[in-house]
C-alpha cells in the first residue's frame, strides 16, 4: 500500500467518524445535523474513490443519499446514488449498480428533471448491453416510458429507446418481442410531427423478422397497417419491394427473393437487420451463401437430391473410363501384345534374358 492510498483512506475513516457524530443526538442536540454529516460524506466518499477503494466508496455515497433525502434536496441525492452505481461498476457488481441507478431515476423523478432521469438510465442500459442485454432491456424500456410520459416532444425520444430495446431482442433471438417493440415504435413516430418518414424504414424490419419468424401471413398485414401509420408510404419503393419479398417467400422461390433482398435498400440497412435480409430464405431452402443473422442459430442443409444424382452420374462415368482404359493397356506380365505380329512378340522374348 503507498502512502497516497494510506493517507485517503485515513482521511476517509476520519470523515465517516465525523459525520457519525454528527448524527448522534443528546440532551441538548435533539436532531442529526445532516447538512454536517452530508458534507463529512462526500469527503469521505471521495478520499475512497481517489484511494481505489470502490466498496467503502460505495457504501459512503449511499449514506450521503440517504443524507440528502432527509434533507429534501433529491437531486443531490440522485447524483450520490449515481455514484454509488459507479462504484459497484469498479467491482462488477453490476445487479447491484442497476438498483442504485434505478433509485437515481426516481429521485430525479421526484425532483421535476425527467430528461436527467431518462438518461440517467440509459447510461445504466449501455453499461450492462454486454453483460445482460435483459438488463439493459429493462432500462431502456423505463427510460421510454418516462418519456412517453412527458410532452409529445419527448416522444421522440421514446422512439429511440424503445429501437435500442428491438436490435437487442433482434441480436438474442427474441424475435416476437422484437415484433411488439417495432409495432411500438410505428405507433409512437406516427403521432410524432415528420416521424412519418421513419415508418418505411421500420416496416421493412419487421416484415424481415414476420419472415425469420415463418408468418408471411403477418408480414403482409404490416405492409398494410404501414399506410395507416404513414399516408406517405402507399406507392413508395419499400411498399413495392416488400410486397415482391413477400410473394416470393409465398411462392418458395428462392432466387426472386434473393433478387429482392440483394437490393440496395437491405444491403445499407441498420446491420442487425441486414443480417436478417442476407440470412432469409423461403422455407425448406437456404440461401446460396448462408449468412447467420445476429443471434439467429445456423442449420446445415442437407444437399438436394438433383445434386446427389448429378455426382453419382459423374462418378459412374469415371468408372468406366477407368474401365476403358484397363481393358486397353498391355499385357506386361507376359509382354505380349494383342496389336503386334507374332514375330515382334518373339523377338520381344528374345530380348529379355531371365538369366
Known amino acids: 500500500m503507498t502512502d497516497r492510498k494510506a493517507q485517503k ?21 435533539w436532531r442529526p445535523d445532516y447538512d454536517s454529516a452530508a458534507v463529512c460524506y462526500q469527503n469521505a466518499a471521495l478520499a475512497f474513490k481517489l484511494a481505489k477503494e470502490p466498496e467503502k466508496s460505495k457504501d459512503a455515497y449511499e449514506k450521503l443519499a440517504d443524507a440528502h433525502y432527509r434533507l429534501g434536496a433529491r437531486f443531490h441525492a440522485a447524483k450520490a446514488y449515481e455514484e454509488a452505481g459507479n462504484a459497484c461498476k469498479e467491482l462488477n457488481a453490476h445487479n447491484l449498480a442497476l438498483g442504485f441507478y434505478d433509485r437515481a431515476s426516481d429521485m430525479y423523478l421526484e425532483n421535476g428533471t425527467p430528461d436527467t432521469a431518462a438518461l440517467c438510465l440509459e447510461r445504466a442500459g449501455k453499461s450492462v448491453e454486454l453483460i445482460n442485454y435483459e438488463w439493459a432491456i429493462q432500462m431502456y424500456r423505463k427510460a421510454a416510458e418516462i418519456c412517453e410520459n412527458e410532452e409529445d416532444s419527448k416522444h ?8 435500442r430495446v428491438a436490435r437487442l431482442q433482434v441480436q438474442n433471438n427474441k424475435l416476437t418481442d422484437a415484433v411488439q417493440s417495432i409495432t411500438k415504435q410505428c405507433k409512437l413516430y406516427s403521432q410524432i410531427e415528420k416521424g412519418q418518414d421513419n415508418i418505411p424504414r421500420l416496416t421493412c424490419n419487421l416484415v424481415l423478422v414476420h419472415l425469420h419468424i415463418g408468418d408471411p ?12 401509420y404513414a ?44 443480417k ?26 442437407a444437399p438436394t437430391a438433383e445434386i446427389v444424382g448429378q455426382m453419382q452420374k459423374e462418378v459412374d462415368n469415371m468408372a468406366d473410363k477407368m474401365s476403358s482404359l484397363a481393358a486397353s493397356a498391355p499385357d506386361i506380365g507376359g509382354n505380349v501384345s494383342a496389336d503386334k505380329s507374332p514375330q515382334e512378340n518373339q523377338c520381344v522374348d528374345d530380348d529379355i534374358d531371365l538369366t
Open 156 to 163: 421522440r425520444q421514446a422512439a429511440e429507446y424503445i429501437d
Open 276 to 301: 436478417l435480409a442476407r440470412s432469409l430464405s423461403v422455407p425448406g431452402c437456404s440461401t446460396s451463401k448462408p449468412t447467420t443473422a445476429v443471434g439467429i442459430k445456423q442449420h446445415k442443409v
Open 9 to 29: 483512506l485515513a482521511e476517509g475513516q476520519q470523515q465517516l467518524l465525523a459525520a457519525e457524530k454528527h448524527l448522534k443526538t443528546g440532551f441538548f442536540k
Open 231 to 274: 399516408d406517405s408510404f402507399d406507392g413508395t419503393e419499400e411498399q413495392d419491394a416488400l410486397t415482391r419479398l413477400v410473394e416470393a417467400y409465398n411462392d418458395e422461390e428462392q432466387d426472386k427473393l434473393l433478387q429482392v433482398t440483394h437490393t440496395p435498400m437491405f444491403k445499407f440497412m441498420d446491420n442487425v437487420y441486414a
Open 217 to 228: 401471413v403477418s408480414a403482409e398485414q404490416a405492409i398494410y397497417a404501414a399506410t395507416d
